[in-house]
Nanobody, 123 residues
Framework: QVQLIESGGGLVQAGDSLRLSCTGS?????MGWFRQAPGKEREFVAA????????EYGESVKGRFAISRDNAKSTVYLQMNSLNAEDTAVYYC???????????????????WGQGTQVTVSS
């Protein structure tokens, strides 16, 4: 069992930046960030393979968000820039084993999930 703990969420204004962290025994896992707004389905935000050598992003965040990891610190980060009201959601980190290339954007392939951290962007 892998316990994941997200932190760094909060209330910010449009245009601000925020960095989320996800800590846990993550060094051997491929990681993903997802978000879910009220009344909407869980949305893929970003993914990174276990070594940090491969990343990908959802279309709505590409160019504004950056995922990274520090395996020595057992932490995965999500740097979020140029935030807007549409980024308001609960953000979850998730961990998976297996092949990174197999559907990294699908929530169903992830084995472990954190409890989420709220990000609210006021316009």
């Amino acid at each position: 069992q892998v316990q994941l703990i997200e932190s760094g969420g909060g209330l910010v204004q449009a245009g601000d930046s925020l960095r989320l962290s996800c800590t846990g025994s993550v060094s051997r896992y491929h990681m993903g960030w997802f978000r879910q707004a009220p009344g909407k389905e869980r949305e893929f935000v970003a993914a990174i393979n276990w070594s940090g050598g491969s990343t990908e992003y959802g279309e709505s965040v590409k160019g504004r968000f950056a995922i990274s990891r520090d395996n020595a610190k057992s932490t995965v980060y999500l740097q979020m820039n140029s935030l807007n009201a549409e980024d308001t959601a609960v953000y979850y980190c998730a961990a998976r084993a297996g092949m990174y290339e197999v559907r990294p954007r699908s929530p169903g392939v992830y084995d472990y999930w954190g409890q989420g951290t709220q990000v609210t962007v006021s316009s």
